[in-house]
């Protein structure tokens, strides 16, 4: 098996475990806690994902795309990190309460202060995650992510039944970090990295000041619904509403488990030794888009049981928004790779300019349409996502130079699969109009998956070659060892 081939298969088995792990708890915890307790912690977890983007100064992403990685430079990539998460770490403390009068959210401010127990701790843990993922040590990462997944939901099961509400999430954040601590040092057991030193913080910080603007825009981007319904409607409405974007969001995890892990690195390793990069691209896109779009496609058109089966019954107001936002997330495929390859190309600094206009269109389109309430909101992104996904292209070609006709080629072949893919499901929605029952949910997605891959070795695609390669590799494995 070769090294891109291993990272992929760790990377693989680490992500899936996760989500695993995530999907079990959710199904727990929507039953366990109310709408309202869901909306404050998805409030406050945006805010926190904002914080996050800014410590991203001096985070992983230089420590994984720097060519020339001295050790100077991973310590004074530590040591800005530590100063950066303690200055936001205090800004944030400061601004909980103000932030809790804002949103008319009172619980807001004790959610904030635990979180930031768990925020101080990232200078620690994040540095050797991505050493290690620099390395494509994914076997260890897997360990480490795993094991600190598990038991922050573990914890938060625990106390939702115990009840303290919201705050299950913050603590069960701040009991994950412990735990990726405290593994990061037994597996990767490099103790200099942290001796203070500031000897390359030029260096650090010039690319982080690209990076950082870039995380703290895709974050304010994916942040802005959270922070718009915060404002403008009930904690149970944003519940609603935040269940329903990760709902529809859930598929594009599933599939880029593996690929999001990976590319980065990846990328960087060929861009470093000169490999194609075009190639690289379109081949990530064709390998997504073929997987991607047919379960976003099955999603809306079986919305109603998977939401009943996945938050229960009480959160079937989800189910029209879960129909619009899956087809309008469907062209997120460019978005989600803008990031790996424009680093990778030699173009972190065009992010900060292309977060700045997708960032602009995504807020004006929700800040023009969620006072008609979320269905509003959510139509709106039918509009917003083809310019965003549009202008992303537009970036990358401009660094990798890939022709209009190419592209075209690799979704015209995913459209044919997705389509074959969506004949089952489409079948039985028609034939189930009100109230899918679970069984009939099961058999719309066999035939959605027969379809899918009878379309897939029809057409010839390359993930059909990939997948009957998997399969020969388990078929003699099996063999040798009877």
Same mark, same amino acid.
């Given at each position: 098996?070769?090294?891109l ?24 915890l929507a ?7 869901? /909306?404050?912690?998805?409030? $406050?977890? *945006?805010?926190? @994902? %904002? =914080?996050e #983007? !800014?410590?991203e100064l001096a ?11 001295t050790?100077g ?6 040591t800005?990190?530590f100063l950066v ?10 601004l ?9 959210m ?7 202060f ?21 390395n ?12 600190s ?10 106390l939702a039944?115990? /009840?303290?509400?919201a705050? $299950?999430? *913050?603590?069960? @954040? %701040? =009991?994950? #970090? !412990? ?9 990767h ?6 001796k203070?030193?500031?000897?390359d913080?030029?260096?650090v910080?010039r690319f982080?000041?690209?990076?950082s ?27 609603i ?15 880029l488990?593996?690929?999001g ?17 075009k ?12 997987v991607?779009?047919?379960?976003m ?8 049981p998977?939401v009943a089966?996945?938050l ?11 129909r ?5 997330l469907?062209?997120?495929v460019?978005?989600v790779l803008?990031?790996?390859?424009l680093v ?8 900060p300019?292309?977060?700045?206009l997708?960032?602009?269109?995504t ?6 349409t969620?006072?008609?309430?979320l269905h ?7 509009a ?8 992303s292209?537009?970036?990358?070609r ?6 209009w ?5 690799v979704?015209a ?12 499901p ?5 034939a ?5 029952p679970?069984?009939g949910?099961?058999v ?6 027969a379809?899918?891959?009878i ?9 059909w ?11 003699r ?6």
């Open positions: 098996m070769s090294s081939r291993r990272a992929v298969a760790w990377a693989s088995v680490a992500q899936y475990l996760n989500i695993a792990i995530g999907f079990t708890a959710t199904l727990v039953r366990l806690l109310t709408p309202a307790e869901y /909306g404050i912690s998805a409030l $406050s977890g *945006a805010i926190v @994902g %904002v =914080a #983007a !800014i410590r985070g992983g992403t230089f420590l994984i795309r720097e060519h020339d990685l050790h430079k991973i310590r004074s990539t530590t800005v990190n998460t303690f200055t936001v770490a205090v800004v944030l403390a400061l909980a309460e103000p932030l809790a009068h804002f949103f008319e009172p619980a807001l401010a004790p959610f904030l635990i979180a930031i127990l768990g925020f101080l701790l990232g200078p620690f843990f994040h540095p050797q995650q991505a050493l290690m993922s620099r494509m040590a994914f076997d260890r990462l897997a360990v480490v992510n795993c094991a997944a598990f038991v922050g939901a573990a914890v938060a099961v625990v039944l115990a /009840g303290f509400g705050n $299950s999430f *913050a603590w069960a @954040g %701040v =009991a994950s #970090a !412990i735990v990726g601590t405290l593994l990061c040092f037994i597996v057991r490099d103790f200099s990295i942290y203070p030193s500031l000897s913080w030029r260096s910080v982080g000041a690209y990076s603007t870039s995380a703290i825009l895709g974050m304010l981007a994916e942040a802005a619904p959270l922070l718009i319904f915060g404002r403008l409607l009930s904690a149970a409405e944003l519940a509403g935040h269940r329903a974007v990760l709902l529809c969001m859930f598929p594009e995890r599933l599939v488990a593996a690929v892990a990976v590319a980065l690195p990846e990328l960087s390793r060929q861009s470093r030794e000169g490999g194609d990069l190639g690289a691209y379109l081949a990530a896109i064709s390998a997504i888009t073929v991607y779009w047919p379960i496609v099955m999603l809306a058109l079986l919305a109603q998977v089966l996945v229960g019954r009480q959160w079937l107001d989800a189910v029209p928004l879960v619009i936002l899956s087809p309008a469907m062209l997120a460019p978005i803008q990031f790996p390859i990778a190309a030699s173009g972190v600094h065009i992010l300019r292309l977060l700045v997708q960032t602009i269109v807020t004006t389109a929700l800040a023009l969620a006072g008609y309430g509003a909101a959510a139509l709106s992104m039918l917003a996502m083809p310019v965003n996904a549009g202008m292209l537009l970036a990358v401009g660094r990798i130079e890939f022709r006709s190419e592209l075209g080629a979704l072949r995913s459209g044919v699969v997705t389509l074959a893919a969506a004949i089952g489409i079948i039985m929605s028609l189930f109009r009100s109230d899918m679970l069984a949910a099961v719309a997605v066999a035939l959605g998956g379809g899918w891959i379309a897939l070795s029809a057409t010839g695609h390359s993930l070659s990939e997948l009957v390669q998997a399969a020969t590799a388990l078929v494995l099996s063999f040798f060892r009877r």
